[in-house]
DNA sequence: GTCTATAGGCTGATAGAC
DNA sequence: GTCTATCAGCCTATAGAC
C-alpha cells in the first residue's frame, strides 16, 4: 500500500468493532475498480459503498464526499505509478535497457491495475489534470526525460524534444491500455485477432529505438560524445 | 453535413414554423460540443436544449432520448474522420507521401473538431466501441493498414503487424490531441512550454519514417520487390 | 414540431441513534 | 466509527396543449 500506512493502526483496548483504515482501504478499491470503469459520474455512491460492502455514510465520513474518494484513488494510482517508473532508472545500464525496463515496467503495472490507464486517461480528458496528482505526473515525465536526454549522452538516441518524446510513447501505451477492454469486447465482430500487450510493447520498442537512432548508424555505437553540455 | 441530407426539407405548403432539420442540427452541434467536455453522464439534457437554444423535450421527440442524441453525435463525428482520412490514400504517390498525408489530415481534422479526440477516447474507455461506429473505426484501421502494407511493397518501409502499427500511431495522436485542453489549462503550473499539434505532428512522422525504415537502408530506395503476395 | 408542466426515480449528503 | 432514516435537488422522459 502506498496511501495509508502499512501497519493497522493498534487498537487501545478492543473496544472499536473494526478497522477504520479497512474501511478506507475497501473504499479505495472499491473506487480503483469502478471509477475507472464508469467515470466519476457514472459511479453512485450507493455503487461504491455496496462494492466495498459498508455504508454509503461513511464515504462523507472518511473523505468528505464522493468526490474526496475519488481524488484519493487518482492520487494512490498515480503514486504507485510514479514508483513503480523511477526505480526504472536505477536498474538500466544504459537509455536503451532504460526505455525496455520502462515499457517493461508499464506493462507489468497493467497487470496489477490493469485499469490504471483508463483512469489516468479519463482524468486527462475530463476535469483537466488535478492538483493533487500533477507532481506524480511530471516524475513521471522526469523519467522520460531523462531516458530521451541520457540516450543522446551515451550516443545511444539522437536529439529529440523530451516532451515530444514523453507524449508519443506514453500516449501510445495509455491509449492501447486504455482501450483494451473495449477491444475485448469487440473481439467478435472484428476482421483481425486480438493483439496481445506483449506484442504491443515489443513493437513499440523497437519503432522507438529504431526512430531515435542517431543519424549515422554504424557498428559500433559509443564511440562519439559530440558535444557533452550543448542545449538550444 | 453528413448525416443528414443537405437540402433543408422541402416545405410543402408554409404551414411549419422553423425548419426541423435545423432543430437537430442545433442539437447534434450542442452534443458535439458538450458530449466531448464532459462525457455522457456529465451532460444533462437541460445542458444540450439549453446550448442548442431549443426545448429539451426535442430530444426526445427526434432522437429518441438523450442517448440517442449521444449515438448520432458519436457516429456523424466517426463518419467524417474516416472520410476524411480514406482520401488521403487518392492524393499521394507513395506511403511514405501518404503517411505525412494521413498525419496531416488528423491535424486538419482537430481544427474543424477539436474535441473529437476526446470524444473516441472516451468511448473506447468506457462503453466500449459501439456497434453504429464501428464499420467507421474498421474504415479507419483499413487506411493505416493499407499505409503499411503499401510501403513494405514500394521497399519503403520494413514488414509491421498493422494492427499494431495502426494502435500505435492512432494511439499517440489521440492522446496528444484529446488531452491538448488538460495541457492548456495546466500550462501555468508546469516547468515546460506547450508543444504545438505540428511538431508533435513532425516528431510523430520522424519517429514513424525512421522506425518503419527497411533493415538495410542505403540510398537507393525502390530496388527490391521481394516477394510480392507473401502474407502470413 | 414545438412548447409547458409534471411525474417518478435516483442522487449525494447528513442528522442522530448506537 | 458505523449505521439507519430522510431530505432536498436534479435527472430523464412524457402527456397534452398549441
Redesign the pocket.
Known amino acids: 500500500m502506498v496511501t495509508s500506512l502499512a501497519r493497522p493502526s493498534r487498537r487501545k483496548k478492543g473496544r ?5 483504515d ?2 478506507r482501504r475497501a473504499l479505495l478499491e472499491a473506487g480503483a475498480r469502478l471509477f475507472p470503469e464508469k467515470g466519476f459520474d457514472g ?4 455503487d461504491l459503498a455496496t462494492r466495498a460492502g ?9 473523505f468528505g ?3 474526496g474518494l475519488y481524488v484519493a484513488v487518482l492520487e494512490s494510482a498515480f503514486v504507485e505509478m510514479a514508483e513503480r517508473l523511477r526505480t526504472v532508472e536505477d536498474g538500466a545500464p544504459d537509455a536503451r535497457e532504460g526505455l525496455h525496463l520502462f515499457l517493461r515496467a508499464f506493462e507489468d503495472m497493467t497487470r496489477g491495475r490493469p485499469d490504471f490507464p483508463a483512469l489516468f486517461l479519463r482524468e486527462a480528458v475530463s476535469t483537466g489534470i488535478h492538483p493533487a496528482v500533477l507532481p506524480h505526473l511530471l516524475s513521471i515525465m522526469r523519467v522520460t526525460r531523462r531516458l530521451a536526454e541520457r540516450g543522446h549522452r551515451e550516443g545511444l538516441f539522437r536529439r529529440v524534444d523530451p516532451v515530444l518524446f514523453h507524449f508519443a510513447l506514453v500516449g501510445a501505451l495509455g491509449f492501447f491500455f486504455a482501450t483494451e477492454p473495449a477491444r475485448r469486447r469487440a473481439a467478435p465482430h472484428v476482421p483481425f485477432k486480438q493483439p496481445t500487450a506483449q506484442a504491443f510493447i515489443h513493437h513499440l520498442e523497437e519503432m522507438t529505438v529504431r526512430g531515435l537512432a542517431p543519424e549515422a548508424s554504424s557498428e559500433t555505437k559509443k564511440k562519439s560524445k559530440k558535444r557533452k553540455g550543448a542545449r538550444s
Open positions: 472499536e468493532r473494526r478497522d477504520p479497512a474501511t459511479v453512485s455512491v450507493e459498508i455504508n454509503k455514510a461513511l464515504i462523507s465520513y472518511h464526499g464522493k468526490r
